[in-house]
């Protein structure tokens, strides 16, 4: 019984919060619109503030900002009472994030904020508080009830502010144009970022570059891909690429071969092996030897000259995988 208790609560915070959060589509509006326009034409930053639970949500939506393009900055309302005001400069933005819309160190803020002349953003499930009437524009989360059995913990109203906080970064993500490379320029570090730059080009000079003409002995070939140890080489003749011989194909000759002495590279090589183009990213790589049910890929230049081997162990490494 206990268990089944536990899974209904669970299970009800989470209808809770989910009706809530559907119901924000209705207050997506031209104050919404307005609100993102207000932002995209600033030459200042974006400051977000608040109090509590929301000084949590006001973190999260100031790290999302950036992340997307959006300089920003959070000031905890607390604080700016006492010092912390210096913070805004004139042309800065202010969202200030309050549930109820009317603590104490609200009321205190916002008088200040807007006799310095900077614009003020409520977010707030209360469109009829102090903060709601007196910004000069208000984004409106309205909740009916915190999923909390006493409707007072900081549960769905969060959650409401941190979704309406998504929602103005991405609308603003749209407009500015942000692409992937922008992306990576914010996310250089981690799985994340590598996915956004990081090339084939630089794996390979992590690699040794594996190398046999179609008329080398299979001694070389076991030589050369033993030497070089990514189970793999590439097959030349005169500098052009013909074919690959991996560790497979070594395999599968002395099965079928019981006389292998006289074979040539030529003779075992896989023809058209699969390759990518110098600048490819290590991303793509991936999706290839995915598709293709391979671990290594053939670099070659914009002019097919060969350039090395990429491994998925080089993707594993750096965490693409």
């Keep these: 019984m206990l268990k089944n208790k536990i899974i209904a609560t669970a299970k009800k915070t989470i209808e809770i919060e989910g009706k809530a959060i559907s119901n924000l589509v209705h207050f997506i509006d031209d104050e919404f619109a307005n609100i993102v326009q207000l932002i995209n034409q600033s030459k200042g930053r974006v400051v977000v503030t608040g109090i509590g639970k929301s000084a949590n949500v006001a973190t999260k939506i100031v790290a999302t900002l950036n992340s997307t393009g959006t300089p920003a900055l959070f000031m905890h309302a607390a604080d700016a009472i006492h010092g912390d005001l210096g913070m805004i400069q004139q042309d800065d933005t202010v969202i200030c ?170 003779d075992i090589m896989s023809k058209n092996p699969k390759t990518v183009q110098s600048g490819t990213l290590a991303i793509d790589a991936l999706a290839l030897m995915e598709e293709s049910n391979i671990t290594q890929l053939l670099v070659l230049t914009a002019t097919n000259s060969y350039l090395g081997v990429v491994h998925l162990h080089d993707l594993i490494k750096e965490g693409i995988v």
């Design 97 to 266: 994030i309050s549930k109820s819309g009317n603590t104490p160190e609200i009321k205190v803020l916002i008088p200040l904020i807007k006799q310095a002349g900077n614009k003020l953003i409520a977010l707030t499930s209360n469109k009829k508080s102090f903060l709601g009437i007196n910004a000069h524009y208000v984004l409106n989360a309205h909740i009916e009830k915190e999923a909390c059995p006493n409707n007072l913990a900081p549960t769905t109203s969060t959650t409401a502010q941190m979704v309406m906080g998504d929602a103005l970064a991405i609308a603003l993500l749209d407009l500015k144009g942000f692409s992937s490379a922008d992306f990576a320029k914010y996310h250089p570090g981690g799985a994340l970022g590598k996915r956004l730059y990081l090339q084939v080009d630089d794996l390979l000079i992590n690699n040794e570059k594996p190398v046999v003409q179609e008329n080398d002995t299979i001694k070389e070939v076991i030589n050369e891909i033993s030497k070089k140890r990514l189970g793999v080489t590439a097959v030349l003749n005169n500098n052009k690429l013909t074919g690959i011989i991996t560790d497979g194909d070594i395999r599968r000759m002395l099965s079928d071969n019981t006389n292998f002495l006289t074979l040539q590279a030529k």
